[in-house]
């Protein structure tokens, strides 16, 4: 940033106050944030970065926090001291028996609401192609394997049903059933915190440019009306 001339420093800290949501995805090792960030692409549009079990950079507007089955030392470390909004996911819902009644558990545990989401499922694309193969009597192990055994008995319930049903109405059925959409909220919930958190880089950056000589009288101008 202070490379550059000082127009250009001075647009770059305005610019990143009005970005796109930046979100880090972040969990242990198999936990599935990998999954949940192209589910996350996928379903919303957002601007995603997995970061493993680390602490989220100082770009991130949001966190994602995924965790398994069940909370782990390394997620209650991760989350008692968190310096950007979070939202915590338990992940791979598709694969387990009572996944509202893990999440509640976990939600127990960290002192937070906790939301099962299958990214597999929401991630889901099904081509037209893939319907012959959903609606045969033994589905084809890549199916299995792309879409697992609870999205091929969700689309076969549905093409059971609905017979003429599209590979765009599959897709919504698997999206419906992953639970992604239980984020949607919690997501716009935290847009007031992520104001508050750009506003704060955004003085510290214009700070750091007065300090520096980087377009001085600018940033000073720019500083008014924010708090000390």
Same mark, same amino acid.
């Given at each position: 940033? %202070?490379?550059?001339?000082?127009? *250009? #420093? !001075? *647009? +770059?800290? +305005? $610019? &990143?106050?009005?970005? /796109? %949501? $930046?979100?880090?995805?972040?969990g242990r090792p198999g936990a599935g944030s990998s999954t949940m960030a192209a589910a996350l692409r996928t379903c919303f549009r957002l601007?995603?970065? $997995?970061?493993g079990d680390t602490d989220p950079p100082p770009t991130a507007d949001l966190l994602i926090r995924v965790i398994g089955a069940q909370v782990r030392e390394q997620d209650r470390r991760a989350l008692a001291d968190v310096a950007v909004p979070t939202i915590v996911v338990a992940a791979k819902a598709?694969? =387990?028996?009572? /996944?509202?009644? !893990?999440? @509640? #558990?976990?939600? @127990?545990? %960290?002192? &937070?609401?906790?939301h099962p989401v299958s990214g597999l499922l929401a991630s889901a694309a099904v081509g037209p192609a893939d319907l012959v193969g959903l609606r045969a009597a033994d589905p084809p192990a890549p199916l299995l394997r792309r879409y697992g055994l609870t999205g091929v008995a969700a689309a076969r319930e549905l093409l059971d049903r609905l017979p003429e049903s599209t590979a765009r109405e599959v897709t919504e059925r698997l999206r419906a059933v992953s639970g992604i959409d239980a984020l949607a909220d919690p997501i716009r919930e935290r847009s007031g915190p992520v104001a508050t958190l &750009? @506003? =704060?880089r955004l003085r510290d950056d214009l700070r750091l440019l007065a300090a520096r000589g980087v377009a001085r009288d600018d940033a000073e101008r720019a500083l008014v009306g924010f708090a000390s």
């Open positions: 940033m %202070l490379g550059w001339g000082d127009d *250009e #420093a !001075l *647009e +770059q800290v +305005q $610019t &990143r106050r009005s970005g /796109p %949501l $930046t979100v880090a995805v972040a601007c995603c970065m $997995t970061i598709d694969v =387990r028996s009572d /996944p509202r009644a !893990l999440a @509640d #558990a976990a939600a @127990d545990d %960290l002192g &937070r609401s906790v &750009r @506003d =704060r």
